[in-house]
């Protein structure tokens, strides 16, 4: 995800390589971040704070409290934006001894441009920061700030995770094509576009996605043979369920350890 936003930074033209220092333990993965990029990476983080004004935490939760505390004697007038999953804004003050806070949850679709990502941030931000936190977002697809910050524990569980909850969709839809005698190239392609172009009728139609079901759905027809089998099965409760865990997860993962 990171990788994500420093090619967003760059297709856009909001910074120059010249502009962007990345902190990265592997000697790999700082490498190819030079060769691609043309940017500085160093294994010390606190060389990359030098001069910056925004700062990107992108590391596990598991880490988290271990840069914190190695970054934080270094903390100035720097604006923190973390993408780290669970991580409250609470714990990013206390654990920095800073303020200028801004807690990011993007999802995996940010890759191509097509991501959604739900932000806040602390009172201590300014108006210019958040300006600059809403453009690069930006490139990244569509951005949501909000005022509430329980909502990013639920934006976890909803849109950051919920890509593998669609990715989970496809392979059975698939997997029901080849079970029918379809190959799984056709099923594939079949399904791939049934739920993209499913996706964009909600976004352009206007239309509540019940309404949209309706209208698929004929009197004793197959669709409507299928709906009472997936109902049959929980399939809106387990939905419910899944994403409800989820979001229960994030919240503990924010629990400083």
């Known amino acids: 995800m990171a990788e994500a936003i420093i090619s967003g930074?760059?297709?856009?033209?909001?910074?120059?390589?010249?502009?962007?220092?990345?902190?990265?333990?592997?000697?790999?993965?700082?490498?190819?971040?030079t060769d691609k990029y043309?940017?500085?990476?160093?294994?010390?983080?606190?060389?990359?704070?030098?001069g910056a004004e925004l700062a990107i935490l992108a590391v596990k939760p598991q880490n988290l409290?271990?840069?914190?505390?190695?970054?934080?004697?270094?903390?100035d007038s720097h604006v923190v934006m973390s993408i780290v999953a669970g991580a409250t804004i609470d714990t990013l003050t206390k654990g920095l001894d800073h303020t200028a806070v801004?807690?990011?949850?993007?999802?995996?679709?940010?890759?191509?441009?097509?991501?959604?990502?739900?932000?806040?941030a602390s009172p201590e931000v300014s108006a210019k920061a958040m300006g600059t936190v809403r453009?690069?977002?930006?490139?990244?697809?569509?951005?949501?700030?909000?005022?509430?910050?329980?909502?990013?524990?639920?934006?976890?569980?909803?849109?950051?995770s919920g890509p593998a909850y669609v990715f989970l969709f496809i392979e059975a839809l698939v997997d029901a094509g080849v079970y029918l005698g379809m190959p799984r190239s056709v099923a594939h392609?079949?399904?791939?576009?049934t739920v993209a172009g499913s996706a964009r009728l909600v976004q352009e139609s206007g239309l509540h996605p019940t309404?949209?079901?309706?209208?698929?759905?004929?009197?004793?027809?197959?669709?409507a043979e299928a709906l009472r089998t997936f109902e049959q099965g929980g399939f809106t409760g387990i939905v419910i369920d899944a994403v409800t865990a989820a979001y229960e997860k994030s919240k503990a993962l924010g629990v400083p350890q």
């Open 38 to 50: 043309g940017l500085t990476s160093t294994s010390n983080n606190n060389m990359v704070l030098e």
């Open 211 to 223: 309404e949209l079901k309706d209208m698929v759905t004929s009197p004793g027809g197959t669709t």
């Open 9 to 33: 930074i760059l297709d856009a033209g909001l910074a120059s390589p010249d502009d962007i220092k990345v902190g990265e333990p592997l000697e790999s993965r700082r490498q190819h971040l």
């Open 135 to 160: 453009s690069i977002l930006s490139t990244l697809g569509d951005e949501l700030h909000v005022e509430d910050e329980k909502l990013i524990d639920m934006a976890t569980a909803l849109s950051a």
């Open 189 to 193: 392609q079949l399904a791939v576009q």
């Open 65 to 75: 409290q271990e840069v914190l505390a190695d970054i934080r004697p270094n903390m």
């Open 102 to 120: 801004v807690r990011v949850m993007p999802n995996t679709p940010a890759q191509i441009g097509a991501g959604m990502t739900v932000w806040t």
